[in-house]
């Protein structure tokens, strides 16, 4: 059932129109705002009395959640059922947080190589090679909790251009470099052409690549054939989508940085929020009301754009990292029955850490014409700073921003005399905060937002699982790579047509000026 054929959907339609006249400032001093819309589950706080939302409001979302079989899409989520219907796969990446891996022969082996690894005085620096989902994901994670870190450097090459390889290497010694080569099918050709290219890099200096080099991957025999041991391939399943793949194999750059029992620490804190998101009744299911208040601004306030603002610099990389989660699971134009949507799904996701931000597009949120929502995060104690004696104030100062600019975008402050310095407020915002963002944290967060993104895509009945639009430009690609394949496509041939006159457009000799 897509959203419009909900039975609440068109009571929510005009309950929209209603509130539209309504001031985020008279909706924020109703009586029992903060027990209305603040949720907790330890340490987890989210305040969302910034949104345009009511008691009426919130409980027809709910209904709308119950009417769309919410529930029993969670119970085949949680029961591995293949939910992933255009690839006929299962949905897996929560299995993984459960403690029973913990027996496995893949946590054994993926911890023995980390320890290995980390023990050892001759490996300097380890770098991922890999992109979307299995760069994303670990180098975002790897970033957030660099105070958890050992002493090797992890670092992180995704783009094709051979700039960034180049640039990852130069201070690197090829007898202590450690290359992780991460790719679901082991056919991306953006990460075996950077693999390529670190292999050569290895050999130019006498260094044999097999002992330097591991894979992770869903296809093991192809990881060989390429030149990696059988030993040093870690395999994931099948099941895992890449975006969803850093609690698996894919994670083992963030093992090695921060160590097997931190690692765990950051399962741990995900599964608490799979327990709470699938044994807790929807009116209190903190991922669920996030999901419905996403549809509500999107679907309803026509909002398309939410905005995700960490009040914290070590969380730099998470709004790319939902960016993807969100947009490649849920940018989709058909329903599960291959039907066209009737509403857009999917917000546009965009952000920056919040004092920066505050220096850069901030006005436009608080004085451009086009309506957007914003999360605030913020971590209400700070992990401890090798700094003189004050770090603790700057943390304070930081709080007290996040806190300010939700205010100010919801209240505004009235100047008719000076229209420039107008500011009309009706921004709305939601704050979530937590301890501090050690890996338990941190984990909690990120599976909160996975859960965001699935409850949004099981009530607008699309599959959040596969990324066709992806695919396509991976085909393409290779494609134009193989020029026996023009002959075979007239699309093909217009674009190398294209290609070609483009090309001819550009300078021949781009010699590097000198002055």
């Known amino acids: 059932m897509q959203l419009t054929d909900n039975p609440y959907f068109k009571i929510l339609i005009k309950e929209a129109k209603e509130i539209s006249s309504v001031s985020l400032n008279d909706l924020m001093n109703q009586k029992n705002r903060v027990d209305d819309f603040c949720f ?6 989210v305040d969302m009395t910034r949104q345009f939302i009511t008691p009426t409001i919130f409980d027809n979302l709910i209904k709308l959640a119950e009417a769309s079989g919410i529930e029993e899409k969670f119970s085949k989520l949680a029961n591995g059922e293949p939910i992933n219907k255009t690839e006929n ?32 005085k001759n490996i300097r ?34 783009n094709v251009d051979p700039a960034d390889l180049n640039d990852n290497l130069l201070d690197c010694d090829p007898e202590r470099t450690f290359f992780l080569v991460t790719s679901k099918t082991f056919t991306t050709a953006e990460t075996l052409q950077n693999a390529s290219l670190a292999r050569s890099w290895l050999k130019q200096a006498n260094v044999t690549p097999f002992n330097q080099m591991a894979a992770i991957t869903a296809a093991p025999q192809k990881a060989i054939d390429w030149g990696i041991s059988k030993e040093k391939i870690f395999d994931f399943a099948d099941g895992i989508g890449g ?9 083992l750059p963030i093992m090695i940085a921060i160590g097997n029992k931190n690692f765990r620490s950051f399962l741990e804190g995900a599964a608490e929020i799979d327990k709470h998101v699938f044994n807790t009744p929807i009116r209190n299911n903190i991922p669920v009301i996030l999901a419905l208040l996403r549809i509500w601004n999107r679907n309803f306030l026509n909002i398309p754009m939410h905005g995700i603002m960490p009040y914290d610099q070590r969380l730099s990389m998470l709004p790319a990292w939902a960016q993807q989660l969100e947009m490649e699971s849920n940018g989709k134009s058909v329903d599960k029955h291959n039907k066209k949507l009737q509403v857009p799904a999917s917000p546009l996701i ?11 597009f901030f006005q436009y949120l608080h004085q451009g014409l086009e309506k957007q929502s914003l999360d605030i995060l913020i971590p209400r104690n700070a992990i401890e700073c090798y700094l003189p004696e004050g770090w603790k104030e700057s943390h304070k100062t930081l709080i007290f921003n996040a ?15 000076e229209p420039h310095r107008n500011f009309q407020g009706g921004k709305a915002s939601t704050i979530i905060s937590w301890g501090k963002s050690d890996p338990y944290n941190l984990g909690g967060l990120l599976a909160l937002y996975e859960h965001v993104t699935i409850t949004s895509g099981f009530l607008w009945d699309i599959n959040s699982f596969d990324q066709w639009g992806v695919e396509l430009g991976k085909q393409k690609a290779k494609e134009l790579v193989n020029p026996e394949n023009y002959d075979e496509f007239n699309e093909i041939k217009n674009i190398r047509c294209r290609i070609t006159n483009a090309v ?4 021949q000799k781009n010699k590097p000026t000198t002055d």
């Open 40 to 45: 907790s589950l330890d340490p987890l706080w």
């Open 89 to 120: 796969r299962p949905v897996l990446h929560t299995k993984l947080r459960l403690k029973e891996r913990y027996k496995s022969a893949e946590w054994q082996k993926l911890t023995s190589f980390c320890e290995q690894v980390r023990s050892n």
């Open 125 to 158: 620096t380890i770098v991922n090679i890999g992109i979307g989902g299995s760069d994303l994901g670990p180098s975002m994670v790897t970033s957030a909790l660099k105070p958890f870190q050992g002493n090797q450097n992890i670092r992180f090459v995704s």
């Open 243 to 251: 975006r969803y793949s850093l609690w698996s194999s894919v994670g």
């Open 350 to 360: 965009w952000g920056e850490p919040g004092t920066n931000a505050q220096h850069s």
């Open 403 to 417: 806190l300010a600019q939700a205010e100010a975008l919801a209240i505004g402050q009235e100047n008719l005399e």
């Open 504 to 507: 001819k457009c550009l300078p």
